[in-house]
Nanobody, 119 residues
Framework: QVRLVESGGGLVQAGGSLRLSCAAS????????IGWHRQIAGKQRELVGV???????NYADSVKGRFTISRDNAKNMVYLQMNNLKPEDTAVYYC?????????????WGQGTQVTVSS
């Protein structure tokens, strides 16, 4: 199994920046994709972006050009740099990882961290 712990959320004014961190532990060598989702109040959880082991990183259209995912595999860390934040980015942000155990993919989630953007 993979355990994920997020940090770095908080309150920021529109136009500001925040960086979220996610520490992975456990069966990290089985991870083949790691990234971020978010859940806006009253809405379903949605993909923010994902970094794949093949080297590709995909982002939701709503955050392209503003958010960047980076990984430090030596430290088992993944980061979400969020720039030019907007009030509509206010959400609980969840780190997630997909790991393969044989042919079986298992998704793990962090506990979430609140990001609030004031106008």
């Amino acid at each position: 199994q993979v355990r994920l712990v997020e940090s770095g959320g908080g309150l920021v004014q529109a136009g500001g920046s925040l960086r979220l961190s996610c520490a992975a532990s456990g069966s990290t060598s089985n991870i083949n994709a790691i990234g971020w989702h978010r859940q806006i109040a009253g809405k379903q959880r949605e993909l923010v972006g994902v970094s794949n082991d093949g080297g590709t990183t995909n982002y939701a259209d709503s955050v392209k050009g503003r958010f960047t995912i980076s990984r430090d595999n030596a430290k088992n860390m993944v980061y979400l740099q969020m720039n030019n934040l907007k009030p509509e980015d206010t959400a609980v942000y969840y780190c997630y990882a997909r790991a393969l155990f044989g042919p079986i993919p298992i998704t793990s989630w962090g506990q979430g961290t609140q990001v609030t953007v004031s106008s």
